[in-house]
């Protein structure tokens, strides 16, 4: 009868024991998550609109070597990705594009040695649509994509680029440097 008493008292405590400690690791985690979501996520704000990237390059896509891959590839290869939230009360129009980071050129010294547009494929997909591949130098004035949204709604998108299949000979370690612009109409 003693041992079972025991015995008893010692599964009680080792209950609250593990129930503390999950509970620890569970206020722990989420505390640790919230406090490096807000530092990845980057909130770019226009009067009408909130952009969120959620990428640790924030806007930036940038290639440093040419590896030319096939679209299949290309399609799940690295995904930059974010949010637009229309934060008021009217419908809001807006254009994505994919501009030349030119700093990051200057400070990569590598002007002489870019990726030409020609030789790169992009696939900017919004929330549940199929992807679809074009090349960069077939999008006018480097606007990828022009959209409106309806009042407070948000919509996420991702944009992959990789170089295509070509039989034109590039350095391999050329590069490219862009930078995701969301401006509101």
């Excluded at 998550?33 to 930036?60: C, G, I, M, Q, W």
């Excluded at 020609?118 to 090349?135: C, F, I, M, T």
């Excluded at 350095?171 to 490219?176: F, L, P, V």
Aim: glycine share 2%.
């Amino acid at each position: 009868m003693l041992y079972r008493k025991q015995l008893r008292r010692q599964q009680i405590k080792s209950a609250i024991i593990i129930t503390f400690l999950l509970l620890f690791a569970l206020i722990a985690t989420y505390f640790i998550y919230n406090e490096f979501k807000d530092a990845r996520d980057a909130k770019v704000n226009s009067p009408n609109l909130e952009v969120t990237f959620h990428e640790k390059d924030k806007d930036k896509i940038t290639l440093t070597k040419f590896y030319p891959v096939t679209d299949s590839v290309g399609l799940s290869s690295h995904a930059y990705t974010f949010t637009v939230k229309n934060e008021r009360n009217h419908r809001v129009s807006y254009k994505i594009e994919l501009v030349d980071d030119l700093e990051a050129q200057a400070q990569d010294g590598c002007m002489e040695n870019l990726i030409p547009k020609e030789l790169l494929k992009l696939s900017v997909r919004k929330d549940h649509q199929v992807a679809e591949a074009v090349l960069l130098s077939d999008f006018e004035n480097s606007v990828l994509r022009m959209d409106s949204l309806e009042a407070g709604k948000e919509e996420n998108y991702t944009i992959r680029i990789w170089p295509v299949n070509s039989s034109f000979v590039v350095n391999a370690s050329s590069h490219y440097h862009g930078r995701i612009k969301v401006t509101e109409l």
